[in-house]
């Protein structure tokens, strides 16, 4: 815990106050709760605890958007009232340790959870250093039993952390900054660029999401792991998802099974008389709160609000589905398999235009040129063939993973010569091709 | 046990790795051997600034020099060799230490700067201290180079072990370089701007504040006193830009101007110049002339130097 601190220090050393407080209002809570026998008490001290621990991130994060929102309300209203706004630095990593606290919280009251007792232990959780600057999301059923049987990591853990984040820096320096180059060249002037690179830079954005968080979730799951400790994973190879339900199992996996098991699963069982409009507003629900954690920025909410959608529609259809698969034997059928994995990969891409845009009026000026403005790519040799090379190793691991597991082994494989060919195959590769100046991980924003 | 084992794997493997990274070292060596006969590219420019160009008239600066100065005209109209050595996105930190290394060996007649109060910024530091990676070639064999780039990081100078770091993103470059060829190259480092293909722009307009970097300030100074102690003429020159901006009138812009009077160098500021600035469809973008801005801007810098030179004889 000590080193999880001084680590928290050396970023935002002010902040490391917030970060003590939100673990000891958290160990206060579940200790407070523990010790109270009413069941309706018990459910107002979680309420109350929830209502605490988010207050930080309420204050941080949203105070100035729904001040603004307030504002221009008033001001279309003809008021002219201006409300004081906060010119603080967003704390590292709140939304995740805010999340986990909350997490712990309701799984103590759920009785998933036995209370904890040690206030390391709790600080421990929620300042673990891998892991609180951008997650994976932990929970406590997994993290409080690694953190007691606690002892000194194996030489199998550090080898296989240390292969976790070779692979976690060619998936963040080689794929995702590179293609951020092209991306960002293209999106910094929205108004000079024509359809044709704008569709082309949609496109490639989810992937250097993927290999921008997914990169730095194996960073921190590898170097989780070469502590002896076993963190959730986040990402599943989303692109071989048949289906947007299918995608959102394998995308941000922590976050979405955060909102599952405390959003979803209890609205829609609130609603369950409501039958399959009691699970559609309970995916409206969830995906809003999804967009709202994302970004405090009203495109990032829509762009959460789509999949909300996206995924009722399915839903809503889903029976339909099954009996078109059904009765066209396609279920295995590779084309029909891949056709899915690309519309998906195609709507996802479209609905993140809103989810990266700064405003309306811009994720519409994107969408507008698309459709109606064709012309010659902008091109950048260099980054677009690098870029092609490193999709290519990218893809034929996800591939391989995916539909063979047990061939093609590199990192995995039993001749130490193929092992350590495939090892300095990758070291050379990012430092001859990656982006070695790169700046800050997209996500450090959330 | 399995520690011991992990151990020698481990001690195997750094062999392996310290093994083909000096081999990756050697490989760019030859390369760079090769590339610096070829005409100047991207990758090459520097390289071939300290080890190569014996040229009376040495063209200094970045993306607004090197798609705006015309060696050949220039060649024409003052009968000395001229080589335009500008880069896209360099900065005056690296264009002060490639400078220093070229005097070492060669010391042209004439260096044409094109340089502002922008360089003295410290706005574009982190931009800038990215850009160190050109000057990675030099890292061994010069103080200055070596100290821009340790500014990259902490533990840069760790990183500079490895060969491969240090060509980190020159392969394609270098095998471009090579794969085009001894193209004959008449126009000596001049890279026109595209013709088509772009609207015209609309006048720009660009406040700065008041930000001063002292530590770029005086290694601007150190530079110009360098090429002065050296008997090179420098001529500092400021090419039209299609905006209104404040940039003479701040901080930095007074004590550039202080700087070039103090030390007594040729300054020739066409920044606001009315002859361009009435006709948006002599620029590519706000901040570079296109072909035909080019054509009119050479024709009239070229006597002012022309003067300045016989002036100065």
Partial sequence: ?446 | MFMKKLLFKLMVFIALFVFIDYGIGMVFTHFCDKAINLPIDYGTAYLKVVKQIDDDIVIFGESRARHQYVPSLIEDALGLSTINVAMDGSYMSQQAAVIRLMLNRHIPKVIIWEVDAVSIMDKFRNDEIDRMSDLNPFYDIDSLSHNLVLQKGDYEWIKMWSRAYRNNNCLLRMIRVLSKGDYNDTLKGYWPVKTKGYKYPTKRDRIFEDDLNNEKLQLLKMTIADIQKSDCILIIVNSPQYENCNLETTFQGLAFDSLLDEMNVAHLNHHFDSRLLEDSTLFKDCSHLNAKGVEIYMGFLIPEIKQFLENEN
Avoid at chain 1, 126 to 131: A, E, N
Avoid at chain 1, 160 to 167: N, Q, R, T, Y
Avoid at chain 1, 169 to 177: H, I, R, T
Avoid at chain 1, 383 to 403: G, H, P, Q
């Fill in chain 1, 1 to 446: 815990m000590a080193a999880s601190y001084v680590f928290y220090a050396f970023l935002q050393p002010i902040y490391l106050i917030l970060l003590a407080a939100v673990t000891a209002t958290t160990y206060g809570f579940t200790r407070w709760m523990e010790n109270v026998d009413d069941d309706d008490k018990k459910h107002r001290i979680m309420i109350w605890g929830i209502v605490v621990i988010l207050l930080p991130l309420f204050f941080f994060k949203y105070f100035n958007f729904v001040d603004e929102s307030i504002t221009s309300l008033f001001q279309s209203l003809g008021i002219g009232i201006t409300m004081p706004t906060i010119r603080w630095m967003l704390p590292l990593g709140i939304s995740y340790y805010t999340f986990m606290a909350i997490g712990y919280l309701v799984d103590v009251y759920n009785e998933e959870v036995e209370v904890e007792h040690n206030v390391c232990a709790v600080g421990l959780f929620l300042s673990f250093f891998p892991i609180v600057l951008s997650g994976p999301i932990e929970r406590a059923g997994n993290m409080f039993p690694q953190i007691k049987a606690m002892e000194r990591s194996k030489p199998i853990d550090l080898t296989s952390g240390a292969k976790l984040m070779l692979w976690g820096y060619f998936m963040k320096l080689c794929v995702a900054d590179r293609l951020g180059i092209y991306i960002d060249a293209v999106y910094s002037n929205v108004a000079q660029h024509n359809g044709t690179s704008l569709a082309l830079a949609a496109l490639l954005f989810p992937i250097q999401e993927y290999g921008d968080l997914g990169g730095y979730s194996l960073l921190a799951i590898g170097a989780a792991r070469c502590l002896g400790f076993k963190i959730m994973p986040n990402f599943n190879r989303p692109f071989f998802s048949t289906s947007m339900s299918n995608f959102w199992r394998r995308w941000h996996i922590s976050l979405i099974k955060w909102l599952t098991d405390y959003i979803y699963t209890p609205i829609s069982y609130a609603l369950r008389s409501k039958k399959m409009w009691g699970i559609v507003i309970a995916l409206l629900v969830t995906f809003l709160i999804s967009g709202i954690w994302h970004g405090a920025a009203l495109t990032v909410i829509c762009w959460g609000l789509m999949q909300g959608v996206l995924l009722s529609v399915e839903s809503i259809l889903q029976n339909k589905r099954n009996n078109f698969e059904e009765k066209y034997k396609l279920k295995k059928n590779g084309l029909y398999i891949f056709i899915c994995c690309i519309v998906v990969y195609v709507i996802f891409a479209f609905t993140e235009i809103y989810g990266m845009s700064s405003s309306f009026s811009e994720a519409n000026l994107v969408v507008k040129k698309i459709f109606t403005q064709r012309g010659s790519l902008f091109m950048d040799n260099n980054t677009l063939l690098l870029s092609a090379i490193m999709l290519v190793i990218l893809f034929f691991k996800d591939f391989r993973d995916e539909f063979f597991p047990s061939k093609l082994q590199c990192f995995e494989a039993k001749n130490i010569a193929v092992r350590f060919t495939s090892y300095l195959a990758i070291i050379f590769m990012i430092l001859l091709f990656g982006v070695l100046d790169a700046g800050q991980f997209i996500y450090f924003q959330f």
